[in-house]
């Protein structure tokens, strides 16, 4: 695609329920970021991909998140049993590499509001 | 640990004037990027320009460009002739090199929201 794209743009849940946060990055990019950008705060760095795999993930917040890529394209971030502390805009964003080298795209996030 | 520090959480321009954002940031490393981005109302974060720690040159891009002083750790931000669309928030962030076992995640500031009056 032209950009990065995110859906839902925006999503507002129950307390206690999943939610599942889709990111399309830019074709041929091979490293995909999520961050987290909770009100009136800079970004919060979650987790990266190089292709389909995740080496690090110990920025995600809590064992209630999660993370998956598949076919070096789509990336998923799920969310379980949601707090109102998740409220929060999560930003994906992609690069052709890993390494500020390469120029990250971003999308325009998914507004989260756990109710 | 990289971090990035932006004392001015908003700042105050006049149309046509020049305002500079500050943004100081530690690392241990001798070569790495610096960037500023902004973040209209859409979210959606836009590049504005970008240094290489390595180049000693200062970046500039149209009407922005960048004091980058390495030794101090100091990277700000000036926008020359301010419009009305560069009403924004704008962060400062760091990013290590693919060379040097970065993953490439970008480490931000938490921002300055930039007001321009007409």
């Known amino acids: 695609g032209a950009g990065v794209s995110q859906s839902p743009s925006n999503k507002v849940t129950e307390k206690g329920k999943d939610v599942e946060l889709r990111c399309d990055p830019i074709s041929g990019h091979t490293a995909l970021y999520w961050y987290r950008q909770r009100l009136g705060q800079g970004l919060e760095f979650l987790i990266y991909f190089q292709g389909n795999s995740a080496p690090d993930k110990s920025g995600l917040p809590s064992d209630r998140f999660s993370a998956e890529r598949t076919g070096e394209s789509v990336s998923t971030l799920t969310i379980q049993r949601t707090q109102q502390e998740d409220s929060a805009v999560y930003l994906c964003a992609s690069s052709l590499q890993t390494g500020a080298e390469a120029e990250a795209f971003f999308g325009q996030g998914t507004r989260l509001t756990v109710v | 640990a990289q971090t990035v520090t932006q004392s001015q959480p908003e700042m105050s321009v006049q149309e046509a004037e020049t305002v500079t954002l500050s943004c100081t940031y530690d690392?241990?490393?001798?070569?790495?990027?610096l960037f500023w981005y902004k973040q209209p109302p859409s979210r959606q974060m836009i590049l504005v320009i970008r240094?290489?720690?390595?180049?000693?040159q200062n970046a500039t891009e149209n009407r922005f460009s960048v004091n980058f002083q390495k030794a101090a750790k100091s990277f700000s931000l000036k926008i020359s002739d301010s419009q009305l669309g560069d009403a924004a928030m704008y962060f400062c962030?760091?990013?290590?090199?693919?060379?040097?076992?970065?993953?490439?995640?970008?480490?931000f500031g938490k921002g300055t929201k930039l007001s321009v009056k007409p």
């Open positions: 240094q290489e720690a390595y180049k000693q």
């Open positions: 690392t241990s490393e001798s070569d790495y990027y």
């Open positions: 962030a760091y990013g290590g090199l693919n060379y040097g076992g970065s993953q490439g995640n970008l480490i």
